[in-house]
């Protein structure tokens, strides 16, 4: 007798719509390789493909995908009381789950791996989302049972309970998710202050009460750096949420050497163009203002200490607010003519905002070695427009200050690191909006800076390590920082 073909052939459910045990061999298989996956490919902290890391950031767009269709089982699955039908659409979108769940496993992953992201949130979340991917291949195999109405009780009970762990998980793993990118803080931050002191009390580290680096450092860099470079998630093995794991470095060695700026990592990466591959702060995150540059710099020349309470030559009167904005003239039907100028002399001239009004740039970064008084003169036909320069290392000299001076919209000038003497800083007494002049590391004197104390906006004056960086310095209004500036 001939056997029917038919009855050889591999079936994924029995008679009453249950997986068979082929089924459940496979599926515990692949749950096992999934647990395996981190000790088949270790997250060693160190970049690899660029294909990977590609591929990996679509990982922040699919992982919303698993959330809505798990959060959407359990609603079907109660409307399914009273209308079978959704009962039915609830295992389907319980399927579509699995998928979405494997699909944003293997992003995220290949996102870690790929860019050389480690750290305890990295690690938590990665393991949540292969706890979550088995959870919901379990609930898939034991649904059936239920959805039939199994004579055991016990079975009758293990499909709703293992949804509503299946939530709890996803809530936490979402959790860790959200960590990495906003921080650990971020769900609690503002609690109110009795549970902030209870079980939601933060590990934070201890700072120096009225330290520089507590008041000025450690604040830009838990606004800019810590979300890549923080116990959630390290890159390039560098954590920068404390002052020890700071100065300790990451895998490139020490990113900050006291005492000398220009060999710090930390300064060089915030001070590249922004259109550079290693500029920082990375991925689309706004560059750090040139005030929080210049403190850095002055930080870590000044010996980068946690503990000291001002820096010579940095004077910050926080209790001063800047001068509201003042917008330049329509410039839009130049724009052809200022950028093949910027072009033929090498600079950028960058729009603060995407508000034209609000003015132009002047950055010199890439060709500061030759750019010098003349070069700068080429430019006082946009002074109407810029309302920023930005010299520092150049080759200017004392005769800047006349074509300067004709940049009536100037809120800020760079000059630290050029041969100015400072004869001619009075020309720039008439700028009104002048707010930020850094004259660090110049040859500038007492006697050359004191026209300067007829500035009212001047709130940001840095002069350290100049002839006229004053004996003592103190922050946010101590009265000697007073007399630094006037």
Not at 200 to 213: D, I, N, Q, V
Not at 310 to 320: H, P
Not at 412 to 431: C, F, R, S, V, Y
């Amino acid at each position: 007798m001939t056997p029917n073909p038919s009855s050889m052939q591999l079936t994924s459910k029995d008679a009453k719509g249950r997986p068979t045990k082929l089924v459940w061999i496979i599926s515990l298989a692949a749950s096992a390789m999934l647990l395996l996956l981190p000790l088949t490919f270790k997250l060693d902290g160190k970049p690899h493909a660029d294909w990977q890391q590609f591929l990996g950031r679509f990982h922040p767009l699919i992982v919303h995908l698993p959330i809505g269709l798990i959060l959407l089982v359990p609603v079907l699955e109660l409307a399914g009381r009273s209308r079978p039908a959704l009962r039915e659409a609830a295992a389907f979108v319980l399927s579509l789950s699995l998928f979405a769940c494997v699909a944003a496993l293997v992003l995220g992953y290949l996102l870690s791996y790929g860019s050389g992201t480690t750290g305890t949130g990295v690690t938590r979340h990665m393991w949540g989302g292969i706890a979550l991917t088995i959870g919901v291949l379990l609930c898939l195999l034991v649904r059936p049972s239920w959805a039939c109405g199994s004579t055991h009780r016990g079975l009758n009970h293990l499909y709703p309970s293992m949804l509503a762990c299946l939530l709890l998980l996803l809530t936490w793993t979402a959790h860790q998710g959200g960590s990495i990118t906003h921080g650990d803080n971020y769900l609690f931050e503002f609690l109110p202050a009795s549970l902030k002191r209870g079980p939601f009390a933060g590990t934070s580290e201890a700072l120096a009460p009225g330290s520089f680096y507590a008041l000025h450092i450690h604040p830009v860099l838990d606004s800019n750096c810590v979300s890549c470079h923080g116990d959630a998630s390290v890159k390039g093995g560098l954590r920068m949420d404390t002052y020890a794991s700071l100065m300790k470095g990451g895998q490139d060695g020490p990113v900050i050497f006291a005492g000398q700026p220009d060999k710090s990592i930390l300064l060089q990466r915030i001070t590249l163009p922004t259109d550079h591959k290693k500029f920082m702060p990375a991925e689309g995150k706004p560059p750090l203002k040139p005030e929080q540059i210049a403190w850095i710099r002055a930080w870590i020349q000044q010996g980068a200490s946690p503990t000291v309470t001002s820096l010579a030559g940095v004077v910050i009167r926080e209790e001063r607010k800047d001068p509201p904005l003042q917008q330049v003239e329509d410039y839009s039907a130049r724009m052809p003519e200022i950028v093949q100028a910027a072009q033929a002399a090498g600079v950028t001239l960058t729009p603060v905002s995407s508000n034209l009004r609000d003015g132009l740039i002047l950055n010199t970064v890439n060709v500061a070695s030759r750019f010098g008084d003349a070069q700068l003169a080429q430019f006082t036909k946009f002074a109407p427009y810029i309302v920023e320069v930005e010299l520092g290392r150049t080759v200017v000299t004392n005769a800047c200050f006349d074509t300067l001076a004709r940049f009536t919209h100037l809120r800020a000038i760079h000059l630290e690191g050029t041969t100015i003497t400072g004869d001619g800083l009075a020309k720039l007494a008439p700028l009104s909006q002048l707010i930020y002049l850094n004259l660090s590391e110049t040859k500038v004197t007492q006697a050359s800076i004191a026209p300067l104390s007829s500035m009212k906006n001047l709130h940001h004056l840095y002069l350290y390590d100049t002839p006229a960086q004053p004996i003592s310095a103190a922050v946010a209004g101590e009265p000697a920082a007073n007399k630094a500036t006037k």
